[in-house]
């Protein structure tokens, strides 16, 4: 079983930062891909960016130039640093894992959100 702890939301004012992390604990094999999904009020989850293991990252429109994603394998965590925060990026943001059981099946695993409201 694979959990993920996220940290670093808040409040915060626009032009602002945040800086999210999401620690990946339990039994597993690999992970490949992490990344941070939210989701706004009325809204759909949407992707914000991913990070595979090799460092290859991809972003969404909305947020290029201003959130960086990276990541520590030795320490399984993942970081999204945002900065220039905007009132309609606040959201639940949620840490996202893909990778391998010890087992060798695939799996995808979920944070329980952090709260990110930025404030005009």
């Known amino acids: 079983q694979v959990h993920l702890a996220e940290s670093g939301g808040g409040l915060v004012q626009a032009g602002g930062s945040l800086r999210l992390s999401c620690a990946a604990s339990?039994?597993?094999?690999?992970?490949?891909?992490m990344g941070w999904y939210r989701q706004a009020p009325g809204k759909q989850r949407e992707l914000v960016a991913t990070?595979?293991?090799?460092?290859?990252?991809n972003y969404a429109d909305s947020v290029k130039g201003r959130f960086t994603i990276s990541r520590d394998n030795a320490k399984k965590t993942v970081y999204l640093q945002m900065n220039s925060l905007k009132p309609e990026d606040t959201a639940v943001y949620y840490c996202?894992?893909?990778?391998?059981?010890?087992?060798?099946?695939?799996?995808?695993?979920w944070g329980q959100g952090t709260q990110v409201t930025v404030s005009s």
């Open positions: 996202n894992a893909d990778g391998v059981t010890l087992v060798l099946r695939d799996f995808r695993s």
């Open positions: 339990g039994s597993f094999f690999r992970i490949n891909a």
């Open positions: 990070i595979t293991s090799g460092g290859s990252t």
